[in-house]
């Protein structure tokens, strides 16, 4: 393909911006799986703390450490727990803030490789 300087130019930035878009793709695909975890482990410590919520203070509670198992206090587990939950939401909720900024950083790509295209097009009707 023979382009005079303007149309190698506009080539070469519609390139640089379609290579941007393909990573933060990559990167979106990789907080999405990121992000599905966390969903999924947030989702178990809330089962766990409903169940350490239904015991009464004659219920006894064994934690795993290795392969041994270790008595631990009911409140204490409820609160270990609950703070497990808690930062595990943080967690979610900047996943969630990360992934909307690379929504919008593709769609500000993918306008600019509109545009070059457009402009490569026009350039290269007018030879």
Aim: aromatic share 6%; glycine share 4%; charged share 30%.
């Amino acid at each position: 393909m023979n382009m005079d300087k303007n149309s190698a130019a506009l080539y070469k930035k519609m390139q640089t911006e379609v290579e941007s878009y393909q990573n933060l793709q990559k990167s979106c695909v990789k907080m999405v799986k990121q992000r599905a975890l966390l969903e999924g482990q947030l989702n178990e410590n809330k089962c766990v703390l409903d169940e350490l919520n239904l015991l009464g203070p004659d219920n006894k509670v064994y934690k795993l450490f290795g392969p041994v198992l270790v008595k631990q206090e009911l409140e204490d587990s409820r609160q270990n727990v609950g703070k497990r939950i808690e930062y595990i939401s943080k967690e979610l909720k900047s996943s969630t803030d990360t992934l909307e900024n690379m929504e919008k950083d593709m769609l500000k790509h993918r306008e600019a490789v509109a545009k070059y295209q457009q402009q490569w097009q026009v350039a290269a009707a007018m030879k």
